[in-house]
């Protein structure tokens, strides 16, 4: 399986007492590999030239979503299967699953006659509902998160005299998810990094604990997305804490607190977490659908983000393994996520210009942008509710570009024909910074026009998930205008770049009531 010289690094590790108290030890995961081998795909680890040119390393993908059920799931749900007694077969058994473990257990419960029932939470896809329904399962949707479906699955456990599979903290699922790890080594030995999404921890649990049993040198890095990073609060507290989870792209992440047996291996085993924003993930759902032809689900591709979005510089000219974990993403949902990584990519921008309303003013604003070669796929006229003069009108488009390159030139070509341009928060990442300092100082110039010409910026507030209202005071120290034009706010979009606040997009808001003091 191995060299000496791994075999004596394994023996070290094992004679080491801090190690046999840990709920998972490499000798389980060898023995679950033992014991699945016969219904587990060994899946293919494929080097990909071109990602490998574009990110700058030698990239390999680990293409375990083409399990039978589309997940790496069912490595540890067929483990923990085989290890029932027979009164616990007999009896059944109860999981909670956002739908790929619900899947994995499922279809091995019904191949070996186990009855069982899974609690999925209402965010599941639902091509990862009916599928589980095909495999005979008992399906109970309730709650908005695995954690709600967990405590609901617990009470039919107790009820029922079920037994609880934990899809991602039971031992026996993290040795089988530690498989993985073997099949790795075996097809690229000489891997640097491996990237491996985080959900529960499960995964990356037993991931981490067979590479560095097996493979020291390798650096294990942990990928998880920003709006539920469970285990990165985890590490910050010493142990799993319950964690706010926003709804992400990767759906099958969304685990609000890690695993207790999960973490108590991974935080010895693994070296790095990162945290990645939806706007990546998405253009990683996007780049293995356009340059490797393959769909994986958000969550499963999630290892790819951080390469895309520049965070791991230190990978460059290194041999590095991501894990593609899972395939099951709806079709209607594909097609909002491929939206969402053509704007990620610079590809799909959204921005309102201020026209001429005179005759002919739409055709030469729509043929400044042909003749960038840019397609113009949605278009609006606002006239009623504009604030502009009569003889312009605001009209919002969202416009196809090549790359962001082209939306830089197309930026470029509308100023210099002197249309007032306001780019949208999410398509303002595609201008080049000189570009993004003129459109924000061109912002500043239309609400220095907008507000009392008496009032002055006062101050900012606090910043509240990247929005803020900046206040104006008048002359005599009251919000608002002394003439009486009322309580003047200026709300302004944008995020927090090198310690400051970067404005992205300024609109006025008269006699609206005050917040974020």
Do not use: W
């Not at 390393?57 to 375990?64: I, W």
């Not at 616990?88 to 186990?114: C, D, E, F, P, T």
């Amino acid at each position: 399986l191995c060299s000496n010289r791994i075999m004596l690094n394994s023996q070290r590790r094992v004679a080491d007492p801090e190690y046999q108290n840990l709920p998972v030890v490499f000798e389980d995961i060898g023995m679950a590999a033992f014991r699945i081998r016969n219904a587990i795909k060994k899946t293919e680890c494929i080097h990909s030239e071109a990602l490998s040119r574009e990110i700058g390393c030698e990239l390999y993908f680990k293409h375990d979503h083409r399990q039978h059920t589309g997940s790496f799931k069912e490595r540890g749900a067929l483990n923990a299967l085989l290890l029932l007694t027979p009164q616990q077969k007999k009896a059944g058994v109860i999981a909670a699953s956002a739908g790929n473990h619900a899947l994995g257990l499922s279809y091995h419960a019904q191949r070996l006659g186990i009855p069982t029932t899974v609690v999925m939470p209402t965010i599941a896809p639902l091509t990862k509902v009916s599928k589980c329904k095909e495999y005979g399962a008992n399906i109970h949707l309730h709650g908005e998160n695995i954690g709600d479906a967990k405590e609901f699955a617990m009470t039919l456990c107790e009820q029922r005299g079920l037994t609880y599979i934990n899809g991602y903290d039971d031992p026996a699922i993290i040795s089988g998810a530690g498989t993985m790890a073997l099949e790795i080594l075996e097809q690229v030995p000489d891997l640097d990094y491996i990237l491996v999404p985080i959900g529960g921890a499960g995964l990356i649990a037993g991931v981490s604990l067979a590479m560095k049993m097996l493979h020291p040198t390798v650096q294990v890095i942990g990928v998880e997305p920003v709006g539920c990073a469970s285990f990165t609060a985890a590490l910050s507290e010493g142990r799993p804490v319950k964690t706010e989870c926003l709804p992400t792209l990767a759906d099958g992440l969304a685990v609000p607190m890690v695993g207790g047996n999960a973490f108590s291996v991974a935080q010895k085993f693994v070296d790095k977490v990162v945290t990645v924003r939806e706007r990546y993930i998405a253009l990683a759902v996007l780049r293995m659908l356009e340059i490797e032809k393959t769909v994986v689900e958000g969550g499963g591709v999630i290892g790819l983000a951080p390469l895309l979005a520049g965070q791991l510089p230190e990978l460059k000219g290194k041999k590095v393994v991501v894990c593609l974990c899972g395939g099951n993403i709806d079709i209607t949902v594909l097609g909002r996520v491929i939206d969402r990584g053509l704007a990620a990519d610079g590809r799909l921008i959204q921005f309102e210009a201020t026209i001429s309303d005179r005759p002919g003013g739409l055709a030469a604003f729509t043929k400044t942008i042909a003749n960038t070669g840019a397609s113009v796929k949605e278009i609006y006229h606002e006239r009623a509710f504009s604030d502009s003069d009569l003889m312009t009108i605001v009209v919002r488009c969202i416009v196809e570009t090549r790359d962001a390159a082209h939306a830089r030139e197309l930026f470029q070509k509308l100023d210099e024909s002197k249309y007032s341009v306001n780019f949208k928060t999410s398509s303002l990442h595609v201008l080049s910074k000189q570009q993004q300092e003129k459109h924000k100082e061109n912002q500043i110039l239309a609400i220095r026009q907008k507000i009392p010409s008496d009032a002055r910026m006062h101050r900012v507030a606090s910043v509240i998930e990247n929005k803020d209202v900046i206040h104006f005071d008048g002359e005599d120290g009251r919000l608002g205008s002394p003439r009486g034009h009322g309580d003047v706010n200026v709300v302004a979009n944008g995020g927090i770049e090198d310690g400051k606040f970067q404005i992205a997009e300024m609109n006025v808001v008269e006699d609206a009531p005050i917040r974020g003091e």
